[in-house]
């Protein structure tokens, strides 16, 4: 399939998504939701984390929703707005017909996201919607993320630069002043460093401080500011040492969580692609060209379908299916996104047009997530037809 047979499924597809997302006032589940449920107010489940782990992990896996019987609300996400936002931004470019309409609704994701933004801090920031138990923390709902509030101010920054919303560009000035001011840096070697993942954290997780140098180069990318260059230079130096010698990175380092998946590879690669784009710095090219090597070569089975991990054709997840439609189209290979669009829309569109979570071995779970498939989706395949109408702008 070329990109211009794909381009009527891609419409087609988009407007049955969009319509269900509107239509569910852009709320839904959430895999890591489980918390949410009135049971853990309990005291002893409220208090007990292995148990509040084990729960999340528990519903994160069943392939069958039963959120409504534990009383688990549709949560409202500022990501899933995001992912509207810089999604509305594409359509209205791609489709001039809508352009009021999609700019309308880009304008009324900005205000929703500024009344959403947790107080507190030195500048804008985000969380999301739900308490999160781990292993390596404990998360209450709103608490700010580097990688929440990451997703966000480039939702921003793309409406900003493609719509001239002013005011989406203040709040990424804003959340600049967060990740400098509010986030520990975790020292590396000669000077390099990462940001911890939130305020009182200490975890070295390699996507995740790439996405606040991502927000300091778009930032620096109009206000010239230098300290902000300086810091996005110096944490993407330490994800660069940290590449393996087949252009592979963990997802985190010092602790246990040494896998490789898709999709947090392709954040890793948009993130080295944002800096050189909008900094004109070559120095990290010869890092991100490996690792895109290493990601196109390993994470798609047939050119088409999405692997979760390198060594496994499945699960396909909605994640992985949505940000390789960005990633793809990232890096100009847009033949092989119309691909994976035209498989997942054929094989995980479900019939009210939301996207299934994930397709696994035996079964597809049907689960209808928000921000982790729907919305995300949403943004992919805009994104895509960005491309396909002759659009290739990288932001």
């Known amino acids: 399939m070329n990109a211009t047979e794909s381009t009527d499924p891609v419409s087609t597809s988009l407007t049955r998504l969009e319509s269900y997302v509107v239509a569910e006032r ?9 918390l949410t449920s009135p049971v853990f107010r309990w005291p002893v489940l409220r208090s007990s984390r292995w148990i509040r782990i084990a729960a999340e992990q528990l519903l994160k896996r069943s392939p069958y ?20 936002l810089e999604a509305s931004a594409y359509r209205a470019l791609a489709e001039p017909e809508r352009q009021v309409e999609h700019h309308a609704r880009a304008a009324q994701c900005v205000s929703e996201l ?16 739900f308490d999160w138990e781990s292993r390596y923390g404990r998360l209450p709902s709103g608490t700010p993320t580097v990688v929440a509030t990451g997703l966000v101010t480039n939702a921003l920054f793309v409406a900003y630069r493609l719509l001239g919303l002013d005011r989406a560009f203040d709040l990424c000035a804003s959340a600049a002043r967060f990740v400098i001011e509010d986030l520990p840096r975790l020292p590396g070697k000669g000077g390099d460093f990462c940001w911890a993942y939130y305020p009182t954290d200490h975890q070295q997780v390699l ?22 260059l300086d810091a996005a230079r110096s944490t993407a130096t ?10 592979s990175w963990p997802y985190a380092v010092s602790d246990r969580r040494s896998w490789i998946d898709n999709f947090h590879t392709a954040y890793v690669l948009d993130a080295f692609n944002a800096y050189q784009q909008l900094t004109k710095d070559e120095r990290f090219r010869v890092v991100m060209d490996k690792g895109w090597h290493f990601y196109r070569a390993n994470f798609f089975f047939d050119d088409r379908i999405p692997k979760y991990y390198s060594h496994a054709a499945f699960p396909v997840d909605a994640t992985a299916c949505a940000q390789s439609l960005l990633t ?40 209808p997530y928000m921000r982790w498939s729907s919305a995300y989706m949403y943004l992919g395949l805009s994104r895509l037809s960005f491309a396909l109408t002759g659009h290739s702008e990288a932001l």
């Open 26 to 34: 852009y709320r839904g589940y959430d895999p890591y939701d489980a």
């Open 65 to 84: 929703n039963i959120r409504p019987l534990l009383r688990i609300p549709k949560g409202y996400n500022p990501v899933t707005l995001a992912f509207v």
């Open 114 to 129: 500024e009344r959403l933004q947790t107080a507190g801090y030195h500048g804008a920031c985000w969380g999301y919607d």
């Open 207 to 228: 996507n995740a401080t790439l996405k606040g140098a991502r927000l300091c180069v778009q930032v620096h990318s109009v206000t010239n500011q230098e300290s902000l």
């Open 238 to 247: 330490f994800v660069a040492r940290q590449q393996r010698t087949d252009g």
């Open 328 to 367: 793809l189209c990232r890096f100009g290979d847009v033949a092989t996104a119309a691909n994976v669009a035209e498989w997942t829309i054929n094989n995980m569109q479900c019939d009210d047009g939301h996207f299934a979570y994930q397709c696994r071995r035996r079964r597809l779970v049907r689960i």
